[in-house]
């Protein structure tokens, strides 16, 4: 069949008229993407994919990715080349291609310029006046388009055919394609080195089924047997916590028609149970739980306990009700500006590891840093071995690094800059030195100091429009001393901890309750959910591959389906 007007409107009315799905995404409410958010770039493929191959009259991948919608994405910040040589060359059709390049697995642009060639029309379908040289393809993926950019693209490919060859739609990775020499790059499908996405989701299935016998056992509500098994109370959370918006009431209705279990527990019940728990008995639950997840990991070759971790705290969404009685719980934001919220501190694996999150705490009003983070480290040591702690400046007190270091761990953390610090930057700024290092004593009290190394490091991005030349620098300490300033580099493995919140969020149940443990759970059970995707992902990667990137193969969506599935409750 043909896809028709009819038929993609259909599909589009489906998306808007189902609450958990959003369309495009960066303009979601309650998110804080952008039009420029390569995360909501790939989410709105694979939403659209996800529906689009569901219907009766779309069989064809490569009309869904000729139809598929890129133009309202702002793609300029991705882009290399000047306005004046991208009026003849737009964007949208170029990526188009690349994610065909993708999709038929080929490596060099000469098939896919030989391929447009020979399907008449396609090219014009794709956004092309003509069919473009296999120069202009080239440069198009090795000089215009950065990597984050490409990597995304392909990424989209993967979730096209994923959605594709669930829905039983032929996705051909070989097309009798040939490469340069002329020979065919690929053999069979038994031979081919690229995951097949079928199996891939079969895999998928298997694993969430091991995830759910690792998940559920650490978790207990000491209630007396009863009528309606313990189970299923943790599944209507991850029924709730897997669509956006609902809040658990919702959730028990929806549930109870959802769910292949003869009783479930209605929502008053599930939270009234959630209230009792203490914020200690979460968290050792929590513990128990990562623990098996670790585990699992360790068995393979591609994960060993000796990591880098980040320390960091996010807050929950703002809250908007009176909060007179709970102005200890629910604290103001970083942000300058009269909003409060519920702050969680958490400990995560960033870098080229897996990147679990360890452990989470509730934070309060008048908390030590210094606390936060002795608390954060003494559970995370015990499950793996850490190697450097990165922290954001809001940890760069002296007393905070001087509790690292006893611990006999290293740091690396973006220090505030004080008088000293702007007056050291402004004059290397009027020297026009690029990178300086300074030890430094901090005074601890007592006649005692702690040892570090300061690093000031220009920014690449500054452009000299600041009247203050140390804006110019940023200063990091560490007490990484051999590896100064190189280290300075590693901090950017912290910024997977940021990306690692975006994935949260749509995890979480939606509440308007104050109630402290209850709010905690939430966010906790959001983490183990976040965690329990990365592991499946690794697990498949090692199947396919056998090897370990951190980009995934398959999106939390498509593995949480495949858990709503497995559980009893999709």
């Known amino acids: 069949m043909v896809a028709t007007s009819a038929s993609k409107r259909a599909v589009f009315r489906t998306i808007a008229d189902t609450d958990e799905k959003h369309w495009p995404y960066y303009r979601c409410p309650s998110k804080d993407y952008t039009a420029d958010d390569l995360d909501a770039l790939k989410h709105d493929v694979s939403t659209l994919a996800q529906e689009w191959f569901q219907h009766d009259a779309h069989d064809n991948v490569e009309k869904f990715i000729s139809l598929c919608p890129l133009a309202y994405f702002e793609f300029a910040p991705y882009d290399t080349f000047p306005d004046w040589h991208t009026q003849s060359k737009p964007v949208v059709p170029m990526l188009r291609s690349l994610m065909l390049m993708h999709l038929h697995g080929w490596e060099h642009e000469t098939p896919l310029v030989t391929y447009l060639d020979e399907h008449e029309g396609l090219a014009d379908a794709l956004g092309f006046e003509g069919v473009p040289s296999q120069t202009t393809m080239w440069r198009a993926r090795h000089e215009r388009f950065n990597q984050e950019l490409r990597r995304a693209i392909k990424q989209c490919a993967d979730f096209v055919r994923i959605h594709a060859t669930w829905n039983r739609v032929e996705v051909s990775d070989t097309v009798n394609s040939r490469d340069d020499s002329g020979s065919s790059r690929r053999g069979s499908s038994e031979t081919s080195e690229e995951p097949i996405q079928k199996e891939v989701l079969r895999r998928a299935g298997e694993l969430t089924d091991l995830a759910k016998r690792l998940l559920f056992p650490a978790f207990g509500l000491g209630r007396e047997k009863g009528r309606i098994h313990e189970n299923a109370f943790w599944e209507l959370q991850t029924y709730t916590g897997l669509r956006d918006g609902m809040c658990v009431n919702e959730g028990a209705r929806s549930f109870l028609l959802d769910s292949t279990r003869e009783r479930t527990p209605l929502g008053h019940i599930h939270r009234h149970y959630l209230r009792k728990l203490s914020i200690t008995e979460i968290r050792e639950m929590y513990g128990r739980a990562i623990r098996r997840l670790l585990d699992e990991a360790e068995q393979t070759s591609a994960f060993h306990r000796a990591v880098t971790v980040a320390i960091d705290i996010t807050t929950d969404t703002p809250f908007t009700g009176d909060r007179e009685g709970f102005e200890d719980d629910i604290i103001g934001t970083k942000e300058q500006n009269d909003e409060y919220a519920y702050h969680w501190a958490t400990i995560q694996i960033v870098g080229e590891d897996l990147p679990l999150i360890l452990d989470?705490?509730?934070?309060?009003?008048?908390?030590?840093?210094?606390?936060?983070?002795?608390?954060?480290?003494?559970?995370?040591?015990?499950?793996?071995?850490?190697?450097?702690?990165?922290?954001d400046r809001e940890f760069d007190g002296q007393q905070i690094l001087e509790k690292v270091v006893d611990r006999g761990l290293d740091y690396l953390v973006p220090k505030r800059k004080r008088t000293s610090e702007k007056a050291k930057a402004t004059q290397l700024e009027q020297r026009n030195i690029e990178e300086y290092v300074e030890d430094r004593k901090l005074y601890l009290g007592r006649n005692e100091w702690h040892e570090t190394r300061l690093i000031y490091r220009a920014k690449e991005d500054w452009d000299g429009d600041f009247k203050d030349g140390h804006e110019r620098y940023a200063v990091f300490m560490t007490s990484y001393l051999d590896a100064a300033p190189v280290v300075i580099d590693w901090y950017g493995d912290r910024w997977g901890i940021e990306s690692g919140y975006k994935s949260l969020k749509p995890f979480m149940a939606d509440t308007t309750s104050k109630h402290f443990g209850l709010r905690f759970f939430y966010f906790a059970f959001a983490c183990l959910l976040y965690s329990l995707w990365r592991l499946v992902d690794l697990l498949l990667q090692l199947q396919f591959s056998g090897e370990y990137e951190r980009d995934p193969l398959v999106t939390a969506n498509?593995?949480?389906?495949?858990?709503?599935?497995?559980t009893g409750v999709g």
Not at 558 to 566: G, W
Request: charged fraction near 40%.
């Open 558 to 566: 498509d593995v949480l389906t495949l858990v709503k599935k497995r």
């Open 360 to 391: 989470a705490r509730p934070v309060r009003k008048d908390e030590s840093r210094r606390s936060i983070v002795i608390d954060l480290l003494e559970t995370a040591e015990e499950l793996v071995s850490i190697d450097l702690v990165l922290m």
